[in-house]
């Protein structure tokens, strides 16, 4: 992901917030500079999807992180958002891009993420219960929504 990418990420975020955390400019940029990973997928020369992740010890001040953080210490790999454009959804690109970000983990022992669950992220709760996620805790969040919190244990080789 590079500034180049601006407008197609922050557009495709916009389109899930409610979903996912807002995103402005001024915080994408600083997301990009301290994430593990800030990748777009692109499908025909056009921003299909993004992800960002984030490593233990990084400067993320998001809730999610600082309770994974309080939780796992350094043995965790956050997800922080993934999202994939509505016209390329179910056409494995998710998936792809979790294989991916879960061999990255490995060293860290676990994926973790958060989900909305009151009101429920019906399709997303199902993908990660999918892909062996489990809950490990709740998140009342500012606005009054929950988050469920989840991990994926993730065998070393």
């Known amino acids: ?10 557009a495709l975020n916009a389109a899930s917030e409610g979903w996912v955390e807002p995103l402005g400019p001024n915080r994408l940029d600083w997301l990009r500079l301290i994430a593990a990973h800030a990748a777009v997928v692109e499908v025909d020369d056009e921003v299909a999807a993004f992800v ?9 001040d998001g809730l999610e992180f600082q309770w994974f953080t309080e939780t796992y210490a350094d043995r965790f790999l956050h997800l922080d958002r993934i999202v994939v454009a509505e016209q390329h959804r179910r056409q494995g690109i998710a998936t792809a891009v979790y294989r991916a970000v879960e061999r ?7 994926l973790v993420c958060g ?11 199902a993908f990660h219960a999918g892909r062996d996620f489990v809950e490990v805790g709740k998140l009342g969040r500012p606005d009054g929504t929950t988050t469920a919190l989840c ?3 993730l065998a070393t080789d």
């Open 52 to 60: 960002l992740t984030f490593a233990p010890g990084c400067a993320h």
């Open 151 to 153: 991990a994926k244990e």
């Open 115 to 125: 989900i909305k669950s009151d009101p429920p992220d019906i399709a997303g709760l």
């Open 1 to 10: 992901m590079t500034s180049a990418d601006d407008a197609a990420v922050l």
């Open 104 to 110: 990255s983990a490995k060293p860290f022992d676990r």
